[in-house]
């Protein structure tokens, strides 16, 4: 009983240090602080749990634990999710839309032309997509780390050659630096971005120097209608009920497999949803990808890495990196 109850300790005042140390990274003397107290606290009741003959000590530490959990556990609730911050430029902007019939209107539609990670020309446009002309749902993934991990994009492709790529990506604030361990502790909020392919896909490849995967996903139309409206019913969502972003629950593939979900019921729960970089797997075990004989063969040929880079004419990015992709 005592061990048990020991390790419990350990756990809370693991996660108490941790939400902590996330939440006040901007505020270093009072995180400080805080933590150094809240480890006195913890150190005093865990150190009589494993003392007994102090008793009336242990009595004093336990109560003294419980009130300062319970603090933080309040404290840890009544942080909010909000639409009201210092956003990085990028994320300045909520999509949001409307449909009416098969005529889609999307404000806040990203398309920066991008010269370095850091500077780039802002564009915000208004667009409208016809639902009838919707041909292709692409799957994009770029990898900037190992191979496990992966940014995953879905790209809408419309019979006059316009795309549409929506990118579940963390709201990240002025001076935010992107921390996988804050995605756990509340750091961030989830922005859902709408935006061209040569602004969110070509930033990837072309700038940030990142590696790019494209599969053609293969869907029917009323299952392709239904997710780019799933997106767009999450988006609109999200501008009036901010929410958090998570590591694990709230990331860029999780939130696709939902939607998708809701169109094709009873997709299989696997590993690989959560580690994005193996999702080409996913998809091939689920007979989602044709056009290639084995998984090594789709991956050869999804790389578009080197023809993004290769290529020369922006009007012509989206064509360059569906070149020998399988099933296109």
């Known amino acids: ?20 140390w996330v939440q006040f990274v901007r505020h270093k003397i009072c995180g400080g602080l805080l933590i150094g107290l809240w480890a006195l606290v913890s150190a005093f009741f865990f150190t009589s749990l494993l003392n007994p003959i102090v008793g009336a000590w242990q009595t004093v530490a336990g109560i003294t634990f419980v009130l300062a959990a319970l603090a933080l556990v309040y404290w840890w609730r009544n942080i909010r999710p909000s639409n009201n911050r210092h956003w990085m430029p990028e994320v300045a902007r909520q999509a949001r839309g409307c449909v009416d019939g098969n005529s889609v209107t999307i404000q806040n539609v990203r398309n920066f032309i991008w010269h370095t990670p850091d ?21 994009a993934l770029s990898y900037w780390g190992g191979p496990a991990i992966a940014h995953a994009m879905v790209s809408f492709g419309f019979s006059d050659n316009e795309y549409l790529v929506f990118s579940v990506e963390i709201r990240r604030k002025v001076g935010d630096a992107f921390s996988e361990l804050g995605g756990f502790f509340k750091m961030y909020e989830l922005s859902i971005v709408a935006a061209d392919e040569r602004d969110v896909l070509f930033v990837r490849s072309n700038i940030r120097q990142e590696d790019g995967y494209l599969y053609r996903v293969h869907m029917e139309q009323t299952a392709r209608q239904s997710l780019l409206l799933a997106y767009l019913d999450e988006a609109n969502r999200l501008v009036h009920t901010p929410r958090f972003y998570h590591t694990i629950t709230g990331n860029c593939t999780t939130l696709i497999f939902r939607m998708l979900d809701r169109i094709v019921p009873g997709l299989p729960l696997d590993y690989r949803l959560l ?16 056009g290639a004989d084995t998984i090594k063969q789709y991956r050869r040929r999804a790389r578009y890495t ?18 020998n992709v399988p099933g296109i």
């Open 1 to 20: 009983m005592i061990v048990s109850l020991a390790l419990l300790v350990i756990v809370i005042f693991a996660w108490g240090t941790l939400a902590l």
């Open 119 to 139: 500077q780039f020309t802002e564009q915000w446009e208004t667009r409208q997509y016809d639902l009838a002309k919707l041909e292709s749902v692409d799957l």
């Open 275 to 290: 580690a994005s970089g193996y999702l080409p797997e996913y998809l091939y075990k689920v007979g989602a990808l044709q």
């Open 306 to 323: 080197d023809r993004a880079r290769a290529n020369t004419d922006p009007g012509r990015y989206s064509q360059a990196i569906r070149q």
